[in-house]
Protein backbone atom coordinates (compact mmCIF):
# COMPACT_ATOMS: atom_id res chain seq x y z
CA UNK A 1 0.00 0.00 0.00
CA UNK A 2 1.32 3.73 -0.88
CA UNK A 3 2.60 5.38 2.05
CA UNK A 4 3.39 9.43 2.54
CA UNK A 5 6.54 9.23 0.15
CA UNK A 6 5.02 7.39 -2.78
CA UNK A 7 1.93 9.40 -2.71
CA UNK A 8 3.86 12.11 -2.65
CA UNK A 9 5.54 10.73 -5.70
CA UNK A 10 2.25 9.95 -7.23
CA UNK A 11 1.34 13.85 -6.89
CA UNK A 12 4.40 14.97 -8.39
CA UNK A 13 3.89 12.97 -11.40
CA UNK A 14 0.13 14.10 -11.62
CA UNK A 15 1.26 18.44 -11.16
CA UNK A 16 3.69 17.33 -14.69
CA UNK A 17 0.88 15.82 -16.19
CA UNK A 18 -2.08 16.74 -15.33
CA UNK A 19 -1.93 20.30 -13.34
CA UNK A 20 -3.44 23.39 -15.71
CA UNK A 21 -5.40 20.84 -17.57
CA UNK A 22 -9.04 20.63 -17.74
CA UNK A 23 -11.41 17.68 -17.24
CA UNK A 24 -13.22 18.03 -20.99
CA UNK A 25 -14.99 14.20 -20.27
CA UNK A 26 -14.63 10.93 -18.04
CA UNK A 27 -15.72 7.31 -18.78
CA UNK A 28 -16.53 5.02 -15.40
CA UNK A 29 -15.88 1.85 -15.91
CA UNK A 30 -16.68 0.75 -12.47
CA UNK A 31 -19.61 2.72 -11.08
CA UNK A 32 -18.70 2.09 -7.46
CA UNK A 33 -15.66 3.93 -7.78
CA UNK A 34 -17.20 7.26 -9.22
CA UNK A 35 -21.13 7.72 -9.67
CA UNK A 36 -23.25 10.05 -12.18
CA UNK A 37 -23.23 13.17 -10.29
CA UNK A 38 -19.60 13.37 -9.15
CA UNK A 39 -18.99 12.57 -12.87
CA UNK A 40 -21.18 15.45 -14.28
CA UNK A 41 -19.49 18.06 -11.37
CA UNK A 42 -16.13 16.95 -11.98
CA UNK A 43 -16.43 17.66 -16.21
CA UNK A 44 -15.59 21.20 -16.90
CA UNK A 45 -13.37 21.81 -13.57
CA UNK A 46 -9.72 23.02 -14.37
CA UNK A 47 -7.04 20.87 -12.76
CA UNK A 48 -5.40 24.11 -10.78
CA UNK A 49 -2.84 22.10 -8.31
CA UNK A 50 -2.28 18.55 -6.62
CA UNK A 51 -2.00 18.62 -3.10
CA UNK A 52 -0.89 15.85 -0.63
CA UNK A 53 -2.28 14.93 2.81
CA UNK A 54 -0.85 11.91 4.34
CA UNK A 55 -1.76 9.22 1.98
CA UNK A 56 -4.96 10.98 -0.04
CA UNK A 57 -4.08 12.69 -3.25
CA UNK A 58 -6.26 16.47 -3.18
CA UNK A 59 -6.88 17.82 -7.08
CA UNK A 60 -7.40 21.30 -6.26
CA UNK A 61 -10.21 21.82 -9.04
CA UNK A 62 -11.83 25.17 -10.26
CA UNK A 63 -14.53 25.24 -7.72
CA UNK A 64 -13.81 21.67 -5.97
CA UNK A 65 -11.30 19.50 -3.95
CA UNK A 66 -11.60 16.05 -5.56
CA UNK A 67 -9.73 13.40 -2.88
CA UNK A 68 -8.16 10.59 -4.47
CA UNK A 69 -6.98 7.32 -1.86
CA UNK A 70 -5.07 4.88 -3.36
CA UNK A 71 -5.38 2.30 -1.12
CA UNK A 72 -4.19 -1.09 -2.13
CA UNK A 73 -3.22 -1.19 -5.97
CA UNK A 74 -4.46 2.68 -7.15
CA UNK A 75 -2.06 3.85 -9.66
CA UNK A 76 -2.37 6.61 -12.62
CA UNK A 77 -1.09 7.07 -16.09
CA UNK A 78 -1.11 8.83 -18.63
CA UNK A 79 -1.23 6.64 -22.42
CA UNK A 80 -2.79 5.99 -25.84
CA UNK A 81 -6.90 6.84 -25.62
CA UNK A 82 -7.50 3.52 -27.60
CA UNK A 83 -5.92 1.62 -25.47
CA UNK A 84 -7.49 0.42 -22.32
CA UNK A 85 -6.53 -2.00 -19.50
CA UNK A 86 -9.39 -4.17 -17.59
CA UNK A 87 -8.24 -2.42 -15.02
CA UNK A 88 -8.64 1.06 -15.88
CA UNK A 89 -11.52 2.23 -13.99
CA UNK A 90 -11.96 5.82 -14.34
CA UNK A 91 -10.71 7.55 -17.24
CA UNK A 92 -10.07 11.43 -17.34
CA UNK A 93 -10.16 13.19 -20.82
CA UNK A 94 -8.16 16.24 -20.14
CA UNK A 95 -7.05 19.18 -22.48
CA UNK A 96 -4.90 17.49 -24.58
CA UNK A 97 -3.74 13.70 -22.92
CA UNK A 98 -5.69 11.23 -21.58
CA UNK A 99 -5.04 10.32 -17.68
CA UNK A 100 -6.41 7.11 -16.16
CA UNK A 101 -6.97 5.80 -12.86
CA UNK A 102 -5.93 1.53 -12.49
CA UNK A 103 -6.94 -0.43 -9.83
CA UNK A 104 -6.40 -4.19 -9.60
CA UNK A 105 -8.28 -4.53 -6.30
CA UNK A 106 -10.63 -1.71 -6.91
CA UNK A 107 -10.24 -0.45 -3.01
CA UNK A 108 -9.46 3.18 -4.46
CA UNK A 109 -12.03 5.83 -3.29
CA UNK A 110 -12.76 9.50 -4.71
CA UNK A 111 -14.82 11.82 -2.63
CA UNK A 112 -15.86 15.12 -3.96
CA UNK A 113 -15.88 18.49 -1.71
CA UNK A 114 -16.68 22.05 -1.77
CA UNK A 115 -13.72 23.42 -0.78
CA UNK A 116 -14.93 25.26 2.16
CA UNK A 117 -15.90 21.76 3.82
CA UNK A 118 -12.52 19.39 2.57
CA UNK A 119 -11.01 19.34 6.36
CA UNK A 120 -14.43 19.55 7.17
CA UNK A 121 -16.06 16.47 6.92
CA UNK A 122 -14.59 12.83 6.14
CA UNK A 123 -12.21 11.54 5.17
CA UNK A 124 -9.51 14.33 5.79
CA UNK A 125 -11.41 15.84 8.87
CA UNK A 126 -10.61 12.66 10.69
CA UNK A 127 -6.72 12.48 9.65
CA UNK A 128 -3.87 14.12 11.97
CA UNK A 129 -0.99 15.77 11.40
CA UNK A 130 1.52 14.51 8.87
CA UNK A 131 5.11 14.18 10.92
CA UNK A 132 6.41 16.91 9.23
CA UNK A 133 4.16 19.63 11.09
CA UNK A 134 3.20 17.14 14.13
CA UNK A 135 3.84 18.77 17.55
CA UNK A 136 5.57 16.88 19.77
CA UNK A 137 3.24 17.75 22.92
CA UNK A 138 0.17 16.78 20.79
CA UNK A 139 1.73 13.37 19.82
CA UNK A 140 2.98 12.19 22.77
CA UNK A 141 -0.62 13.57 24.54
CA UNK A 142 -2.06 10.94 22.27
CA UNK A 143 0.22 8.08 22.78
CA UNK A 144 -0.33 8.77 26.76
CA UNK A 145 -4.16 7.61 26.23
CA UNK A 146 -2.98 4.28 24.39
CA UNK A 147 -2.42 0.93 25.81
CA UNK A 148 -1.59 -0.20 21.70
CA UNK A 149 1.85 -1.32 20.61
CA UNK A 150 3.44 1.42 19.31
CA UNK A 151 3.77 -0.07 15.35
CA UNK A 152 -0.22 0.16 16.04
CA UNK A 153 -0.25 3.42 16.83
CA UNK A 154 2.22 4.94 13.84
CA UNK A 155 -0.31 3.36 11.31
CA UNK A 156 -3.33 4.94 12.78
CA UNK A 157 -4.30 7.96 10.95
CA UNK A 158 -6.12 9.69 12.85
CA UNK A 159 -3.00 9.98 15.44
CA UNK A 160 0.10 10.71 12.75
CA UNK A 161 -0.80 10.82 8.96
CA UNK A 162 0.91 8.84 6.45
CA UNK A 163 2.76 6.15 7.70
CA UNK A 164 1.93 2.44 6.39
CA UNK A 165 3.03 -0.61 7.43
CA UNK A 166 7.09 -0.23 5.62
CA UNK A 167 7.72 2.73 7.54
CA UNK A 168 6.77 2.23 10.71
CA UNK A 169 8.91 -0.82 10.72
CA UNK A 170 11.77 1.33 9.30
CA UNK A 171 11.17 4.40 11.96
CA UNK A 172 10.76 1.90 14.88
CA UNK A 173 14.07 0.58 14.20
CA UNK A 174 15.73 3.69 13.19
CA UNK A 175 14.34 4.63 16.93
CA UNK A 176 15.82 1.24 18.47
CA UNK A 177 12.05 0.78 20.27
CA UNK A 178 10.66 -2.72 19.81
CA UNK A 179 7.45 -2.55 18.15
CA UNK A 180 5.60 -4.13 20.69
CA UNK A 181 6.16 -2.07 23.26
CA UNK A 182 3.25 -0.16 24.65
CA UNK A 183 2.24 3.16 23.14
CA UNK A 184 1.78 4.66 27.17
CA UNK A 185 4.63 3.29 28.55
CA UNK A 186 7.37 5.44 26.09
CA UNK A 187 9.10 8.49 27.41
CA UNK A 188 8.38 11.94 25.67
CA UNK A 189 12.26 11.64 24.71
CA UNK A 190 11.26 8.66 22.53
CA UNK A 191 8.54 10.05 21.26
CA UNK A 192 10.38 12.70 20.30
CA UNK A 193 12.97 10.11 18.53
CA UNK A 194 9.93 8.63 16.44
CA UNK A 195 9.07 12.04 15.22
CA UNK A 196 12.41 12.50 14.08
CA UNK A 197 12.82 9.20 12.91
CA UNK A 198 9.88 9.49 10.69
CA UNK A 199 10.77 12.95 9.51
CA UNK A 200 14.44 11.01 8.44
CA UNK A 201 13.16 8.32 6.94
CA UNK A 202 9.96 9.87 4.77
CA UNK A 203 12.37 12.63 3.51
CA UNK A 204 14.77 10.20 2.45
CA UNK A 205 12.19 8.03 1.19
CA UNK A 206 10.62 10.96 -1.28
CA UNK A 207 14.01 11.81 -2.90
CA UNK A 208 14.84 8.25 -4.04
CA UNK A 209 11.19 7.47 -5.62
CA UNK A 210 9.53 5.72 -2.82
CA UNK A 211 9.43 1.55 -1.97
CA UNK A 212 6.66 0.55 -4.18
CA UNK A 213 7.50 -0.07 -7.48
CA UNK A 214 4.81 1.75 -9.60
CA UNK A 215 4.21 0.96 -13.28
CA UNK A 216 3.96 4.72 -14.41
CA UNK A 217 6.03 6.22 -16.72
CA UNK A 218 8.69 7.75 -14.68
CA UNK A 219 10.61 4.25 -13.58
CA UNK A 220 13.92 6.69 -13.20
CA UNK A 221 12.92 7.85 -9.88
CA UNK A 222 10.56 5.38 -8.64
CA UNK A 223 11.12 2.82 -5.95
CA UNK A 224 15.18 3.41 -5.04
CA UNK A 225 14.27 3.50 -1.39
CA UNK A 226 13.85 -0.37 -1.27
CA UNK A 227 17.87 -0.77 -1.26
CA UNK A 228 17.73 1.72 1.85
CA UNK A 229 15.41 -1.04 3.84
CA UNK A 230 16.94 -1.57 7.44
CA UNK A 231 14.53 -4.25 8.50
CA UNK A 232 10.89 -4.40 6.49
CA UNK A 233 10.67 -8.07 3.98
CA UNK A 234 14.32 -9.09 5.93
CA UNK A 235 13.28 -12.00 7.84
CA UNK A 236 16.25 -13.86 9.31
CA UNK A 237 18.39 -11.93 7.27
CA UNK A 238 21.24 -10.10 9.68
CA UNK A 239 21.05 -6.93 11.30
CA UNK A 240 22.85 -4.34 9.33
CA UNK A 241 23.95 -2.90 12.88
CA UNK A 242 24.87 -5.43 14.92
CA UNK A 243 24.24 -8.68 12.73
CA UNK A 244 21.36 -10.50 15.06
CA UNK A 245 18.76 -12.05 12.57
CA UNK A 246 15.41 -9.76 11.60
CA UNK A 247 12.23 -11.26 13.45
CA UNK A 248 8.91 -11.17 11.88
CA UNK A 249 6.03 -11.43 13.95
CA UNK A 250 2.36 -10.29 13.06
CA UNK A 251 1.56 -6.94 15.02
CA UNK A 252 -2.61 -6.38 15.03
CA UNK A 253 -2.29 -9.03 11.57
CA UNK A 254 0.61 -6.70 9.93
CA UNK A 255 3.80 -8.34 9.38
CA UNK A 256 6.41 -6.73 11.26
CA UNK A 257 9.89 -6.92 10.76
CA UNK A 258 12.61 -5.84 13.57
CA UNK A 259 15.78 -6.47 15.17
CA UNK A 260 15.26 -8.19 19.25
CA UNK A 261 19.07 -6.72 20.21
CA UNK A 262 18.95 -2.97 18.73
CA UNK A 263 14.97 -2.84 19.53
CA UNK A 264 14.84 -3.89 23.12
CA UNK A 265 11.69 -4.50 25.18
ZN1 LIG B 1 20.40 -4.99 15.34
Redesign the pocket.
Known sequence: MPELPEVFVVSKFLKKEAKGQTIEDIVVRYSKMMDESMRKKLIGQTINDIETHGKYLIFKLTDYDLISHLRMEGKYYVSDPDVINKHDHVIFYLTDKVLKYNDVRKFGTFDLREKSQTYKIPPLSKLAKEPFEIDLDTFYAAIKKRRSPIKTILLNQGIIAGIGNIYADEIL?QAKIHPLKIANTLTKKQAQTIIASSIDILTRAIKKGGTTIFSFKSDEEVGWFTQDLMVHTKANEP??????K?GKIKVNGRSTYF?????RM
Open positions: FCKICQTICSHCQ
